[in-house]
């Protein structure tokens, strides 16, 4: 590979030289150039007003894009559509110009649009953003969410804003508890749905039951529904199984504008959090403005704690979690180039105004190509080259990748996931339904939702009598205020710190017994924690102060046992190999920890055990898969093979499904069982891609087990930073014999999945 980009140079000789590793190195370049979208109508050819279009020559937009003409079109004409475009390209100008000429032609007491972002700050970024479309005096736009102040809300509901823009948590209370909402949705015309993408997992479900719930609340008077978004494979799948009604796709093109350097820069045996912060206080050294992301809030405190204390860099965390006046002063800082850069997981990726970034870090390859995409669409903006630095490690997708690097930036951009059946979900969304609507007729409820309302009955949060369900009405308006967050749908567990017994964060279950079990080092607002312990009948975990200048972090060593399943779907892989889709019961426990130095990455580390488990049990969704046992090894042999390729089919799933490392688990039996389900509780709709795309995470993980140059295991091929039992009792080779033996020959078992297992799981 040749590297002529000066600066890809001069980052990569000092990189060596700050680490000492003459190993650490750019391994692939891809240089990514793309012109002017195709050309629409000139804006003087528009049938729109006057003082608008003077608007947009001033703003510099003088002719419409192709796709804009399109959706500005279909719009019109009343169509339900999505539009797909990449970042920079001008999507919000499709969906806006064709409300503002209808609102142009008629004037409404009330919103004629409702634009739904998924954040605050987001909603407010692009307020500004739609500012200058309306600032001539015509139109009127306003945020109305949970940081608007009382007496402004009493304003607009006085005299509402031709456009409101709000979010999804705002429109699911409001729909119960806020009349002004409720109007304002009765008579809304458009619902707009921006950054689409952002509405899989488990924050996709609550939003499709939201606007199912809009749907009926609006009765005959439907609305138009427009979803937008940057980066989504299966575009009108994922917004019809969100919106439940058809779309037309408005499709734009798919990369920016402009000129970007896409660099990746292998570790050399070096942890990839020590590469990062090195190669972050290169970039502050050179006076470059920066964004580097992690997907874990702990990792990404980590990362800017060693750029701090290794390279006095001034960079700052932007996460979840943290307060929101934290973020806007982060996001801020950030825009006035007043520190060198920001460490920030996803919340940062979407479209919030952070103004010019030189460059883009990825610590990691992100979960899925769409969230590369949307990630490095952050720097080089404005007309300007930007710079892209992903970090490989030693991790199967990571080697994988460094082999083949053409084929990470030729890939297609995955498919979009939900549960449409997340269980725990629809059970506050029901009983909201109920409470909006004051009653709900028996023969218009789903028969997949049935088992839904005999719960509810039997917590007395509902009542059936003769055809119609009620609500009852204070037990179930309790319920539904306490279980509204819709970023989730685990219990959340309070992190108490004890010596002033305040509450420094949350973390939702199950997640939070991986991260907050005794001894578990965790970190908030770049200072380090211990925890004391963790009372899952209080959803309480305890902590106290660590001395600030530890160099080390924890993993938990735990166990997932299946405690009942439900079949939902069933079928055989083109190879015979036996999958089941289902409702699963789990049981997850705790049993020890390791200590591991962070300078070192994954590998090593000492192990701690607890006299007794810490467990907890949740139902999820998971795709069984039965495998051949080999009759000529032993118990253990079979073990070895089957946890292996558990792994890495795991590993073969971020590609394949989009999923992050800690989105999916799984375990393994001697038997030739696995079991990989979706970690959020009620399932996020991952497990049933693996399902559907079964075939290919095979091959992807046969690839990952032939191409690897190691004896019998390594960080590259089949271990696992999230292995249950720190990655023993695993084989290379015999899952390749395994999965070689499948691949070429076939097979054919007459067994289900699971229903003849034996031996102890191993996570």
């Given at each position: 590979m040749h590297v002529n980009d000066p600066l890809v140079l001069e980052i990569s000789d000092e990189l060596r030289a700050a680490l000492k590793n003459r190993y650490v190195r750019v391994v692939h370049v891809y240089v990514e150039e793309y012109g002017e979208p195709e050309p629409g109508p000139s804006v003087e050819e528009l049938d729109i007003p006057q003082q608008l279009r003077s608007v947009l020559v001033k703003a510099g937009i003088k002719r419409l894009y192709r796709f804009q003409w399109e959706a500005f079109k279909k719009i019109l004409a009343g169509k339900s559509i999505v539009i797909t475009a990449g970042t920079g390209t001008g999507k919000t100008e499709a969906f806006l110009l064709p409300i503002l000429k209808l609102i142009h032609e008629e004037k409404m007491d009330d919103p004629r649009a409702i634009l739904v972002y998924p954040t605050k700050a987001l909603a407010r970024d692009?307020?500004?953003?739609?500012?200058?479309?309306?600032?001539?005096?015509?139109?009127?736009?306003?945020?109305?969410d949970g940081d608007t102040p009382r007496r402004v809300r009493e304003k607009l509901s006085a005299n509402p804003p031709d456009i409101l823009i709000t979010n999804p948590d705002m429109i699911n209370l409001g729909l119960v508890l806020s009349p002004a909402i409720r109007r304002f949705i009765r008579n809304a015309e458009y619902l707009v749905f921006d950054e689409l993408h952002v509405y899989e997992g488990v924050l996709g479900s609550h939003v499709k039951y939201i606007i199912d719930r809009i749907r009926r609340f609006k009765g005959v008077k439907q609305p138009v529904l427009i979803g937008s978004s940057a980066t989504i494979g299966n575009s009108r799948e994922f917004a019809e199984t969100l919106f439940g009604l058809e779309v037309e796709v408005v499709e734009g093109p798919l990369r920016r504008r402009g000129?970007?350097?896409?660099?990746?820069?292998?570790?050399?045996?070096?942890?990839?959090?020590?590469?990062?912060?090195?190669?972050?206080?290169?970039?502050?050294?050179?006076?470059?403005r920066f964004l580097v992301f992690t997907d874990s809030q702990q990792m990404a405190e980590l990362v800017a704690r060693m750029i701090r204390r290794s390279y006095g860099a001034e960079v700052y965390v932007h996460r979840a979690g943290l307060p929101a006046e934290t973020r806007r002063a982060v996001e801020s800082k950030l825009r006035e180039g007043s520190i060198d850069g920001v460490v920030a997981t996803p919340t940062l990726e979407?479209?919030?105004?952070?103004?010019?970034?030189?460059?883009?870090?990825?610590?990691?390859?992100?979960?899925?190509?769409a969230k590369y995409l949307q990630r490095a669409g952050r720097a080089g903006r404005r007309g300007r080259k930007g710079y892209v630095f992903m970090v490989l490690s030693d991790d199967p997708i990571d080697a994988y990748y460094e082999r083949n690097p053409e084929r990470y930036y030729r890939q297609e951009i995955p498919p979009s996931h939900l549960e449409p059946l997340n269980e725990e979900v629809l059970k506050i969304h029901l009983l909201a339904l109920l409470l909006q609507q004051g009653k709900v007729k028996l023969s218009t409820i789903p028969r997949s939702w049935r088992r839904i309302v005999e719960s509810l009955v039997y917590e007395r949060l509902a009542a059936v009598t003769g055809y119609y369900v009620y609500p009852n009405t204070r037990l179930a308006r309790r319920f539904f205020i306490k279980h509204s967050s819709i970023r989730g749908s685990g219990p959340l567990v309070a992190i108490v710190e004890r010596s002033t017994n305040s509450v420094i964060g949350y973390r939702e279950l199950p997640q939070a017994l991986l991260d907050l079990h005794p001894e578990a080092v965790y970190y908030s607002f770049g200072r380090p924690y211990a925890s004391t312990g963790i009372d899952l009948d209080k959803r309480e975990a305890y902590v106290k102060p660590l001395p600030d200048d530890i160099t080390y972090y924890t993993r938990p060593l735990y166990t997932v046992s299946l405690e009942d399943y439900a079949e939902i779907f069933t079928r055989t892989s083109r190879r015979g190999i036996p999958l089941i889709y289902a409702y699963v019961r789990l049981s997850l426990?705790?049993?020890?920890?390791?200590?591991?130095?962070?300078?070192?990455?994954?590998?090593?580390?000492?192990?701690?055990?607890?006299?007794?488990?810490?467990?907890?049990?949740?139902?999820?969704?998971?795709?069984?898969?039965?495998?051949?046992?080999?009759?000529?090894?032993?118990?253990?042999?079979?073990?070895?093979?089957?946890?292996?390729?558990?792994?890495v089919l795991i590993s073969a799933a971020r590609p394949v499904c989009g999923a992050s490392l800690g989105d999916m688990g799984g375990f393994s039996y001697p038997s030739g069982d696995i079991v990989i389900y979706d970690a959020a509780p009620g399932g996020s709709g991952l497990a049933r891609l693996l399902y559907e795309r079964f075939e290919k995470a095979e091959e992807m993980a046969y690839e990952i087990l032939r191409s690897c140059d190691c004896y019998d295991g390594c960080p590259r091929c089949i271990y696992s930073p999230y292995c249950g039992n720190n990655n023993q009792v695993l084989s290379r080779r015999k899952s390749y014999l395994v999965l070689s033996e499948v691949?070429?020959?076939?097979?054919?078992?007459?067994?289900?999945?699971?229903?003849?297992?034996?031996?102890?799981?191993?996570?």
């Open positions: 692009q307020l500004k953003r739609i500012s200058k479309y309306i600032g001539y005096g015509y139109y009127t736009a306003a945020v109305y000129r970007a350097i896409h660099a990746m820069i292998s570790c050399g045996g070096l942890s990839r959090w020590t590469v990062t912060a090195a190669l972050a206080a290169v970039l502050a050294r050179k006076g470059y979407l479209g919030i105004d952070i103004g010019y970034l030189d460059a883009v870090v990825l610590a990691s390859p992100p979960p899925s190509y426990s705790v049993e020890g920890f390791v200590i591991k130095n962070y300078w070192e990455g994954e590998r090593g580390g000492s192990k701690y055990w607890f006299s007794s488990p810490i467990t907890y049990a949740y139902d999820t969704k998971a795709t069984l898969i039965k495998y051949p046992e080999n009759p000529e090894w032993g118990l253990m042999e079979n073990a070895e093979a089957f946890h292996a390729i558990e792994h691949l070429k020959k076939g097979v054919h078992i007459g067994a289900k999945p699971i229903e003849e297992r034996f031996g102890k799981p191993m996570v």
